[in-house]
Structure formats: C-alpha cells, structure tokens
C-alpha cells in the first residue's frame, strides 16, 4: 500500500452532504483509477485517467464526480449519495509506458457509509 | 474483449497444506495475469504477474502462479499454507494487444486457512 495514499479512511455522510475522496500518488505514474468495492459486485472500475484526461466513465452516475487536476492527485466528489453507494472506494494507480505490464497499485480506500 | 473467472468463492485449507486458488482468462491478444490480495479493510496489494517467458512465475510470501495457455489459466499456488495467508484474492488480466490500460478482475476468491 505505499505509494498510494487515500484521505479520509472512512467517511460517514447524509445523502444530502456533498464531499470529496482524495487519493495522491508518489510513483510517478500517468495513470489513476477509481474503483468501488461492495459486497454485491466486489470490484467495479469506475474511471480512468490518463496524463490527466479522462479516458473511461464506466456509466458512473453523476452523483460521482471526479477530478484529476495532475498525474499525481484524484479526487472524487460526492453529492447527494444514495445508501447504495456505501462501499469501499479504492484508488489505484499504474505506469502507461508502451513497455510496461500496466500493473496497478493501489491505496488503501476509503470506507463510506451513507445514511 | 477480456474477462478473467475465478470459480470458488471460497477455498477452505488446513495450515500446512498445499493452497490453489483458480483462475482462467479470455483475452483476444496476449495475455498480462496478475494476483493480487486484499487483508481486511485494506488495499489490494500485487503478488505476482506473468507477461512472458517461463509458465511458472513466483511471487510474493511465498506464492507462485502457473500460466497454462492450452488451459487458459493463471491458478495461484503456495506449497504450504499459513494462517496468515487468510485473505480475499483477486486474479486479473489485460490484453497485451488492447489499447488502453484497463485491467479486468475476477470476482475474487476467499481464503480461510484453518490451524
């Protein structure tokens, strides 16, 4: 889990609340990634980012927002959250170099819980 | 297209006994395997991966993986079991030919090793 830091751990939030998810990557890598795992569906890719752009939106709902202001941050905003949506949110990220096996690395999550 | 099963949900092991976990993949191009585990409330952390060369590649803690292409599978293996190794694993996979660098994950398998 080094490399990659998540903020906060857990997060508990009305559905009315707004907040956010961080994730910060000391790799070097161009590549982040947001992944929800629950229960129901252990492991769903959610977005990816390359250099910065968005290049997968896997039919996330717009509740999910997400921000990629450099290589090195992500950030996941949230509003007006379903009970449903309570999972852990991993964050991952890899290197895109042609020669490179893309393996990812990834935080330790954030724990959310919506009442 | 690319997909990875991991058939059990959960594998039950005495400690000290051999532990296979499995995992078989449909790629169009090459493949790119990984292993990855997960503790509890944690991250995903890499194992091991195959990208080419020698079927068998091993890993970390102890764990090794057997590509088999006539079988198209990527099972997990450690010669003897530890308490410790009792976790959730995930097998993935990407296609070496594919654009982009998304990964695809099994729905991943519990282990309980049991003293």
């Known amino acids: 889990e080094t490399g990659v830091t998540q903020t906060p751990r857990h997060l508990v939030m009305g559905m009315t609340n707004k907040k956010s998810l961080k994730c910060e990557q000391h790799?070097?890598?161009?590549?982040m990634y947001w992944y929800k795992q629950s229960a129901k569906k252990p492991l769903e890719l959610m977005f990816v980012?390359?250099?910065?752009?968005?290049?997968e939106n896997n039919s996330v709902p717009s509740r999910f927002s997400p921000e990629c202001p450099n290589s090195s941050h992500l950030f996941l905003h949230l509003h007006t959250l379903q009970p449903e949506d309570s999972a852990l949110y991993l964050c991952?990220?890899?290197?895109?170099?042609?020669?490179?096996?893309?393996?990812?690395?990834f935080g330790p999550g954030t724990r959310l819980t919506v009442t | 297209a690319q997909s990875v099963a991991q058939p059990e949900d959960q594998v039950n092991v005495a400690e000290g006994n051999p532990l296979t976990v499995k995992c078989t993949y449909s790629?169009?191009?090459?493949?790119?395997l990984f292993w990855y585990v997960q503790y509890p409330n944690r991250g995903l952390q890499f194992l091991l991966k195959?990208?080419?060369?020698?079927?068998l590649v091993k890993g970390s803690y102890g764990f090794e993986a057997e590509f088999n292409k006539s079988q198209t599978s990527f099972h997990l293996k450690k010669p003897s079991a530890l308490v410790s190794d009792s976790a959730l694993y995930f097998c993935?996979?990407?296609?070496?030919?594919?654009?982009?660098?998304?990964?695809?994950f099994g729905g991943g398998t519990r282990v309980l090793v049991k003293p």
């Open positions: 991952a990220s890899s290197p895109t170099d042609t020669l490179s096996s893309y393996e990812q690395y």
């Open positions: 790799l070097g890598h161009n590549a």
């Open positions: 980012y390359n250099f910065k752009e968005q290049t």
């Open positions: 790629v169009s191009g090459n493949p790119y």
């Open positions: 195959y990208i080419t060369g020698d079927n």
């Open positions: 993935a996979v990407r296609d070496g030919r594919a654009a982009g660098n998304k990964l695809t």
